[in-house]
């Protein structure tokens, strides 16, 4: 079993999760510069703090663009208001 997360695959998972075609874009978005994700890039290391932040702005799950699985959204609990009689 892998337990390494395949960079490739989650960095196209994240640009589809926040709507991004490119790399250059998808590290503006992030909040990092181009040549930092560059090097993430070369060096096949995710950028995990810049994406869970990410992630929890914008409403996205971490776990599936690192790894495929589960929904791409978060889930909203809507709060229920119940009405004492």
């Known amino acids: 079993m892998k337990n390494e997360i395949e960079f ?3 960095i196209d998972r994240a640009k ?3 709507k991004i075609n490119d790399d250059n874009r ?3 978005f992030i ?3 181009q ?3 560059y090097n993430c890039k070369k060096a096949q290391s995710l950028p995990y703090d810049e994406l869970l932040k990410t992630a929890n702005t914008e409403n996205v799950s ?3 663009p690192l790894t ?3 929904q791409c959204t978060k889930i ?3 709060s229920q208001k119940l009405a004492i009689k």
């Open 62 to 64: 971490f776990d599936w």
């Open 76 to 78: 909203k609990l809507q």
């Open 26 to 28: 998808l590290a503006e």
């Open 68 to 70: 495929g699985e589960g």
């Open 16 to 18: 589809k999760a926040f």
């Open 8 to 10: 490739s695959g989650a």
């Open 35 to 37: 040549n930092a994700f």
């Open 31 to 33: 909040g990092m510069k």
